[in-house]
């Protein structure tokens, strides 16, 4: 089995930073892409963004600039760097992981979520 944990999540000011992390763990012989993916109350889960087994990432538009994705391979661990946060940015945060489990097993897997609420 696989398990992916969230953690990092809280409270900050407008203007602030966090910074969210994600572990997987479990039967893994490796982890092609992982990304994060947010969803506010009342919408849809959207992407925030992805980074590639050799550290190649997108974004979102309404994160360009102020997030930042990255990746130990080693730990198993996917980064979210968040700075200039804006209340818009509030909602809970989800990692995804596309994880190769062996006898020709690919799935994707997701966390429980990590919440980032951005107010004065």
């Known amino acids: 089995q696989v398990r992916l944990v969230e953690s990092g999540g809280g409270l900050v000011q407008p203007g602030g930073s966090l910074r969210l992390s994600c572990v997987a763990s479990?039967?893994?012989?490796?982890?092609?892409?992982m990304g994060w993916y947010r969803q506010a109350p009342g919408k849809q889960r959207e992407l925030v963004g992805t980074i590639t087994r050799g550290r190649s990432t997108k974004y979102a538009d309404s994160v360009k600039g102020r997030f930042t994705i990255s990746r130990d391979n080693a730990k198993n661990t996917v980064y979210l760097q968040m700075n200039s946060l804006k209340p818009e940015d509030t909602a809970d945060y989800y990692c995804?992981?596309?994880?190769?489990?062996?006898?020709?097993?690919?799935?994707?897997?997701w966390g429980q979520g990590t919440q980032v609420t951005v107010s004065s």
């Open positions: 479990g039967s893994i012989l490796s982890i092609n892409v």
């Open positions: 995804n992981a596309n994880i190769y489990t062996g006898w020709g097993s690919t799935g994707d897997y």
